[in-house]
């Protein structure tokens, strides 16, 4: 059954045992939130889920202890800035991303395609791909579907992104129509790249000729207990749906993506500009085109408010800069709205940041020291308020997650987006 003269039986492969990589426990029935878990190759995430951001291969002013202390299961880090600074070799000389971080749970790849049309100076944009200035020496860079995946693989992300081409708002329609259709065909060409990329690394055994591997990613499967063992786990591959906040694109985007095949998916190009009613009318429209048992990933996203709202439209997973970024400039996220850690108010306030947080720095700080080490400069201050605002967001998580399991979330969440609401406009 499984080796003849050391030869791999494609037969083990071919019939492998598909374990989902995403199981729903609860599904709220007022409305289209979910409670799942989703699994990769290092490790289970729980979802609804808030990915902190580790932009050059660190969340700004962390630990990985201090972050794994907040309740984060998973981070993201950017392919662009990797790419650029120090470089995927680089990356892969000092013993991959996992190690390079010192971070043992699930990492998440973008593809670099938002940083590109944001960051840099574009110089070439075509249906082959982008040629930009790196935003930093002004050097010229390609990036494609190909090269983007590869590089995602070579970093040896747990979820890594397709390609594509992210719009500003507004945004002319031709141009979107366009930007759609790229990202549409890119996709298509990162799933080919994703496949062969592993052509190699399956002894005895050729993707694209089995179709063990045909559904695109990294669903777990495994062979004969007593057999030879592919790769422990792949790295699972997300489609991404464009098409700003036009309804007719989104559809057409959502059903040509999903036609391809892929273990989640992503809303991109929103928290834009588009302000968040209409993000949250785009969100409403596009999850249920989605398959309801992969996860959805709702990109760049966003408040407290934002994410309560989008969880209600069906959304699984979050990044944002928003509570490190935030936490930097002296912003602390409460239940009570912001509070901003400069102001005079604070000079001799004993009181924690948020009362009844467990994060570091509320038990062990005052509003008044912090203000203080802000108004220093000392880098305390910024750590301190990081840490704070990443265990806010994680606390809000594991609350969705919980009233989703105890099957109140609808009145629940509905009392804190009006709460969340009113704390996003003093922002
Ligand atoms: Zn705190």
Known sequence: MSRKSGIVSHKLYMEPVPVSHFEISHADPHCAARRGVLTTAHGPVQTPAFMPVGTAGAVKGITPDQLKATGAQIVLANTYHLLLRPGVEVVESLGGLHRLMAWDQPI?????????????????IDEEGVEFASHIDGARVH???????????????????????????????????KAVARTIEWAKRCKTAYQRSFKFEVSGVEQGETGAFEAGGGSLRTAGASGPQPPACFPLLFGIIQGGVDPKLRRWCAEQIVALGFDGYALGGLSVGEGHDEMIRTVRHTAPLLPADRPRYL??????????????????MFDCVLPTRNGRNAFAFTENG????RNNAHVDSTEPVEAGCECYGCRHFTRGAIRHFFNCGEMLGPILL???NLTFYQRLMSNIRTHLERGDFAAWAAREFEKHARNDKQQ
């Open 338 to 341: 912001p509070l901003r850690l």
């Open 299 to 316: 990109m760049g996203v966003g408040t407290p408010a934002d994410i309560l709202a989008a969880v209600r439209a069906g959304i699984d």
């Open 108 to 124: 998440l790849t973008d593809s670099g395609g938002y940083q590109v049309f944001s960051l840099s100076a574009l110089t070439r």
């Open 143 to 177: 990036l494609n579907a190909e090269i983007a995946t590869n590089l995602q693989v070579r970093l040896g992300a747990d979820i890594i992104m397709c390609f594509d081409e992210c719009t500003p708002y507004p945004v002319e329609k031709a141009r979107l129509e």
């Open 386 to 388: 990081s840490i704070h």
